[in-house]
């Protein structure tokens, strides 16, 4: 009888601990980490602060997969490694991304967008350029305009072989070019100007001034054509960006990142 039940205990605990194992392993297979490729000196959108990457359009995709049940690690590059990176399928996907004529035909892109942005024209103050009235894209051929390596600032610029570009390495030395005089116009996204004209007032501020808008549109994450999956995780972060925009935690992360921290 004491054998019985011994036999008996040892069959539950056995079984007990397979079906344990059995789900703890079904929970392992069923966890989904992804890696995402995001800009390292792009604040407040995306950059490297304090080891780890941070940032408004961080923040969003981040919430958006764990809307869906998907974490996400990310690694910092700059834009135009970043873009290399996924176009040759090294990585899953890059972001922030305009879905533009450069970019589409290259990468797959998902349809809700993380967030818009301006991209605003910039001249030095003691420039005649400051006198241009409603400058936009048909002017710019006139003139050397300073972009930064990699990026792409939409359709209509991208296409328009007559405008003579003076590329620099980030938006920092693109605004230096522009007071060094290299450039009569700097393209720079009004956030970002905003925050370096912050952390550096001594040299600029008072010294470049926005004179007009180049482009107001979306930016997104693009993802591999390389890579089977990207289809799938670009409508999961779809359907989470839709989730967290109706529950209100879109809201929250604007209001958080309205006021940057520097």
């Known amino acids: 009888m004491r054998v019985a039940s011994i036999k008996n205990f040892r069959f539950r605990f056995t079984k007990a601990l397979v079906y344990c194992l059995v789900s703890l392993c079904c929970v392992v297979s069923h966890a989904e980490t992804i890696t995402l490729v995001g800009e390292d000196s792009w604040y407040p959108y995306s950059a490297v602060k304090d080891g780890q990457n941070r940032g408004f359009a961080v923040d969003v995709i981040r919430a958006a997969y764990a809307a869906v049940k998907i974490d996400v ?46 991209v605003g024209i ?18 710019l051929h006139k003139y050397v305009i300073g972009v930064t390596h990699g990026y792409t600032y ?8 007559r405008i ?35 952390t550096h007032p001594e040299e ?33 972060l779809d359907q989470g ?9 879109y809201a929250v992360i604007e209001k958080k990142w309205a006021r940057p921290e520097p």
Do not use: W
């Not at 938006?171 to 004209?197: P, V």
């Not at 470049?208 to 994450?221: A, K, M, P, T």
């Open 73 to 118: 690690k990310f690694i910092a590059t700059p834009y135009s490694r970043c873009l290399m990176l996924v176009q040759s399928g090294q990585e899953l996907g890059c972001f922030d991304s305009l879905k533009d004529a450069k970019l589409e035909p290259d990468f797959i892109f998902h349809k809700e967008p993380i967030f818009k942005a301006s």
């Open 122 to 139: 910039y001249a030095r103050t003691d420039s005649p350029q400051t006198r241009v009235s409603k400058i936009n894209v048909q002017e």
């Open 154 to 161: 939409g359709t209509a610029f991208e296409s328009d072989t």
């Open 164 to 198: 003579v570009r003076e590329p620099a390495p980030s938006d920092l030395s693109n605004l230096r070019k522009l007071l060094l005089g290299r450039s009569d116009y700097s393209l720079i996204y009004t956030r970002i100007a905003d925050y370096l004209n912050s």
């Open 204 to 236: 600029f501020r008072t010294k470049i001034q926005q004179v007009g808008i180049l482009v107001e549109d979306s930016l997104y994450v693009s993802f591999s054509k390389r890579r089977p999956e990207s289809s799938r995780y670009a409508n999961a």
């Open 241 to 249: 960006l839709r989730l967290i925009k109706a529950n209100g935690v």
